[in-house]
């Protein structure tokens, strides 16, 4: 029987969970194919990067994953982690307001008020700005439409202030992005969904959200991370890849339709020739590497935000005003540089040797993208002018790690799922075989990364019966 090549280009979290249940479809089912991936780095595990050092788990990259986000628990239990997964130590999380830190309202989604008394009694909002919310159970629901932004949606239903105090921060946090440019229905379509079900958020997530059963002694955290550090689900992956079905420091330069499959050019010389393509790598690239297609011009303005995060790690004794808590996002009407801090040795206790502290906070606001291009020091004296603005810290960090991830943010702007719609109905006509898949698509998370990973494996196993 002939033998079927499929080519994974990429080897970030959604090739290498593809290249993974790929593998595993092949010898279950005692398919005739052949699996190669390829990286264009000297490793795998793209923005996932975890860095051990003096005791210290420091993530460099994605520090967890949603706990309810199943791709990721799934594909970890598979890979035999499920002794290794930890969870988040729960506690207060805080948002810096006007220069100020407020404990975050409780009974919130994503920003959403579903209780009112915690929003009532929160210094966050301004008596006319808890009214201006308050109208989301009376105002009408939106037209029907095709897609919106964020902002524009979020500020019809609840008022500039409680956008701008709450949702901004959170949201763009995620995405490191505008919320007046980001699209609703690619970023949270559920909650198109509940204004045109119920006619208010508010209402919405009331009838929809899980109702709370009783009270444990101990609130679990929502996260999920490894005992090792994040990195340890790349490490599992890689060990299950046999060794010659991957190589790294080899980019894809062209990919050339033919009679039957494709030749793909790579960056040592070397022609693969493919039966069908998986391309993970992020969108910029995929009109170079398919130039004599115009389908993939689009995404040459889709844009992408640069991000820096600083880790450092101090003796607990140099922080005078430790606050009990998980850490902060900060409101662009603060004048702060930093979008938020992660107290590490709180939310993940294993990360840190017993008497010292560690540090995690994230600079490259849309509107401050300089700023990742800053010297580490620099980078750093920012970072902590701006900490010691609420915490009191008196020396100098043992150590500090810097790092970049430059243009490494896509951004999912007003029409981002019909764009991406047609360029895939054009694919299934003039590229059958080739699909795109990872974070510039649907989905930024690593469960979402996975879980893209996954479906990819479905389709192309369908394509090569």
């Not at 005692?30 to 795998?44: C, F, G, T």
Request: some cysteine; aromatic content about 8%; proline content about 5%.
């Amino acid at each position: 029987m002939e033998v079927k090549k499929v080519l994974i280009v990429g080897g970030g979290i959604t090739g290498l969970t593809a290249a993974y249940y790929l593998q595993q479809t092949i010898n279950e089912n005692q398919l005739p194919y052949e699996v190669k991936l390829v990286e264009a780095s000297d490793r795998l595990g793209g923005k996932i990067k975890t860095l051990q050092k003096d005791g210290f788990t420091i993530e460099r990259g994605p520090d967890s994953f949603l706990a309810r986000k199943t791709p990721a628990v799934k594909l970890a239990e598979s890979l035999g982690l499920k002794d290794q997964l930890v969870r988040n130590g729960a506690g207060q999380s805080y948002i810096l307001v006007n220069n100020k830190l407020h404990k975050m309202p409780s009974g919130a989604f994503m920003g959403v008020p579903t209780q009112v008394k915690p929003f009532l009694f929160s210094g966050l909002f301004s008596a006319k700005g808890k009214v201006r919310a308050g109208l989301d159970y009376v105002i009408p629901k939106g037209k029907t439409e095709k897609d919106q932004s964020l902002g524009l949606f979020f500020r019809r239903r609840f008022g500039d202030e409680l956008v701008e105090n709450l949702i901004e921060p959170l949201l763009s946090g995620i995405y490191a992005g505008d919320i007046d440019k980001m699209s609703l229905l690619s970023t949270f379509p559920n909650f198109y969904e509940l204004e045109q079900n119920y006619g208010s958020l508010i209402k919405g997530l009331r009838e929809t959200m899980p109702k709370p059963g009783k009270r444990k002694k101990t609130k679990q955290g929502m996260f999920y991370s490894f005992k090792n550090g994040f990195e340890s689900i790349v490490e599992a992956l890689e060990e299950q890849l046999n060794p010659a079905s991957y190589k790294l420091n080899t980019a894809v330069d062209h990919i050339e339709k033919k009679e039957h499959g494709y030749h793909v050019l790579l960056s040592n010389g070397e022609v693969f020739k493919a039966d069908a393509v998986l391309i993970t790598t992020p969108h910029k690239s995929v009109p170079k590497i398919l130039s004599q297609y115009d389908m993939f011009s689009s995404f040459n303005s889709v844009p992408s935000t640069s991000v820096a995060n600083v880790a450092m790690a101090f003796d607990q004794s140099a922080i005078k005003k430790d606050i009990n808590g998980t850490g902060f996002v900060v409101s662009r009407n603060s004048n702060f540089r930093i979008t938020a801090c992660t107290w590490t040795h709180r939310k993940w206790p294993t990360s840190t040797p017993k008497g010292k502290a560690l540090l995690r906070c994230y600079v490259g606001r849309p509107d401050d993208q300089q700023v990742v291009n800053a010297s580490d020091e620099e980078i750093i004296e920012i970072v902590l002018r701006d900490l010691n603005k609420t915490m009191n810290i008196q020396k100098k960090p043992l150590f500090s790690v810097v790092t970049r991830w430059q243009q490494a943010m896509p951004q999912y702007t007003v029409g981002h799922k019909e764009r991406l719609a047609k360029v895939r109905e054009q694919m299934k006509e003039e590229l059958p075989g080739v699909w795109i898949a990872g974070s510039s698509y649907e989905g930024v998370g690593v469960p979402d990364c996975i879980d893209q990973g996954e479906k990819a494996v479905q389709s192309i196993v369908q394509f090569l019966k």
